[in-house]
């Protein structure tokens, strides 16, 4: 499992550098670049040669000080990944170079940490939420609170529209560290009834019989974001998956809580999106 987990150096991205800590100690299986983006400004003074050798010093230094900043966090547990690498890149658009690095460099998962206490909230409107509408690859989204606890149980959640295909997706993530799926879909009129038996019967076959699949009446007195928020406080699992279209309608239908909710989400569990 190769995973890009960007940084800049402050408090709020350990959360993305402790989880990834976490996987190492479930998998032996976890390759991970630490990434730090910077852009460099050239003084209308300076010569072509003089900001070259400048901006070569300053990636030197930098790549010392990320080191030294990954390694305070990691400890010495740095000895379970499989791999360990640090990378500065220069850049003028981050949120692209993020992508474009991920997709060049064929990494399984980008990593990042925001901050607040309602993750999907905090997504909207942020720079993670450019990456997770634009990528190809996985984003996972760790809340900037995060500590390091094993990861027992994940909770996918399913629209039940193309259910079989997201399961074996997110099978390569959960296998790799051994842990639970339980599936969580909120029953809907509006689905054709025979796909949500063909599907329902999916997890009574064998390939299915180690997943949990937990249908929920929709009550539609509350948005989904509160549902979901209060399933997880209820059952505690250790990470949230998703998939979501590019559009940001259906990010935003999906996640953006209602009135009532008053922009609040609290599980503060980290979030894995797949693009559909």
Not at 18 to 45: C, G, M, W
């Amino acid at each position: 499992m190769k995973l890009l987990v960007t940084t800049d150096f402050s408090k709020n991205s350990k959360g993305a550098i402790r989880f990834v800590k976490t996987l190492a100690k479930q998998s032996k299986d976890i390759e991970v670049v630490f990434y730090h983006v910077v852009d460099f400004l050239k003084p209308n003074q300076w010569n072509d040669e003089y900001f070259i050798s400048y901006k070569k010093d300053e990636i030197e230094r930098l790549n010392v000080k990320l080191k030294k900043f990954i390694l305070a966090i990691v400890k010495e547990e740095k000895d379970k990944f499989s791999s360990i690498n640090f990378v500065i890149d220069s850049t003028y658009t981050v949120e692209n170079n993020i992508i474009h690095y991920a997709e060049k460099n064929k990494f399984d998962y980008i990593c990042m940490a925001t901050q607040g206490a309602g993750i999907l909230r905090k997504v909207i409107g942020t720079h993670t939420s450019y990456i997770v509408n634009n990528s190809k690859i996985p984003v996972l989204v760790i809340p900037s609170h995060y500590r390091s606890k094993s990861i027992k149980k994940i909770t996918y959640l399913s629209d039940f529209e193309n259910t079989k295909n997201e399961i074996t997706k997110i099978s390569k993530f959960y296998k790799s560290i051994k842990t639970d799926l339980n599936v969580l879909h909120y029953s809907s009129i509006v689905l054709d009834k025979t796909k949500f038996e063909r599907t329902k019967n999916l997890f009574k076959t064998a390939d299915y019989k180690d997943i949990k699949l937990n249908i929920v009446k929709n009550n539609l007195e509350y948005s989904l974001v509160e549902r979901v928020a209060h399933y997880v406080e209820k059952s505690k699992p250790e990470l949230l998956i998703m998939f979501t279209k590019r559009e940001k309608s259906f990010f935003e239908s999906i996640f953006l809580p209602s009135k009532s909710a008053k922009l609040t989400y609290s599980t503060k569990v980290p979030v894995l999106i797949y693009s559909k």
